[in-house]
């Protein structure tokens, strides 16, 4: 469900002198209010998105969309595009937060329980947003012989010489330790150094917990109506009468 920008008794206060003046440019004038008052928030939650998220990825940044208001249905509406929803939605609105497929896979695998999550180990090579590398999880999961295709694993090649190619191409050889191994070590995948015997942690096994509101979007839609709806309503009704003049109404 999209938070829905739905302010019609505001609306209607601004609209009803307009209807005794022009009838007909009313409802054109009250879309484009809805719409433009849609971007505003829109914009102010992309503009408080760097506050909440440490280096936002472009993904996130542009996670939010606006379905505007139209003459025959005069609500605009911000809320997640669908391909981010599952992703920005615990963290911006409080929850439990989607397995990710690194997570799936090693769940398939039977290598992480249920209600256990995958954060970065010490080991692990982060981009510039802070997130893993791509490259080293797929290093992983095709050491532990496991695919990135939720539910389903298959056996990767079992020949020794490409196993070692393998470890030397990643630094060395993937492991688990799972939950409740005896041992001092946290549970999670680590790396045995090639021809070595260091032995880092790369992601670490912790129980999944829900995510407090970071960012309250409908309460900042709320503050944007009450800040730009009566200056977008004049900016509309300018617009509507203009056009209406060029067209000889």
């Known amino acids: 469900m999209f938070p829905e920008i739905s302010v019609k008794s505001d609306l209607d206060n601004l609209t009803r002198w307009a209807k005794v003046v022009a009838a007909d440019q009313v409802p054109f004038a009250a879309?484009?209010?809805l719409t433009l008052t849609g971007k505003d928030v829109k914009s102010r939650i992309e503009q408080e998105l760097p506050a909440v998220f440490d280096r936002p990825t472009p993904y996130t940044t542009k996670g939010f969309e606006l379905r505007p208001a139209t003459k025959k249905r005069l609500v605009?509406?911000?809320?997640?595009?669908?391909?981010a929803r599952n992703y920005l939605g615990p963290q911006v609105g409080?929850?439990?937060?989607?397995?990710?497929?690194?997570?799936?896979?090693?769940?398939?695998?039977g290598h992480l329980p249920a209600g256990w999550s995958v954060v970065p180990g010490a080991g692990a090579r982060l981009d510039q947003y802070g997130n893993v590398d791509r490259g080293q999880i797929i290093q992983v999961l095709s050491q532990l012989r496991i695919t990135m295709t939720a539910g389903y694993t298959r056996n990767m090649s079992h020949d020794a010489r490409s196993e070692i190619n393998a470890q030397r191409r990643a630094g060395g050889r993937f492991f688990v330790i799972k939950p409740g191994s005896t041992g001092k070590a946290p549970a999670g995948v680590y790396q045995r150094e090639f021809m070595g015997r260091n032995v880092t942690p790369v992601f670490i096994f912790i129980k999944s917990t829900s995510y407090r509101v970071r960012l309250p979007i409908e309460e900042i839609g709320r503050r944007v109506i009450a800040d730009r709806l009566e200056t977008n309503?004049?900016?509309a009704w300018r617009r509507a009468m203009a056009d209406a003049r060029r067209a000889g109404r």
């Open 31 to 33: 879309a484009l209010t």
């Open 233 to 235: 309503w004049g900016i």
């Open 76 to 83: 605009a509406t911000v809320g997640f595009k669908w391909d």
């Open 94 to 109: 409080g929850g439990p937060r989607k397995s990710k497929a690194l997570e799936t896979a090693l769940r398939a695998a």
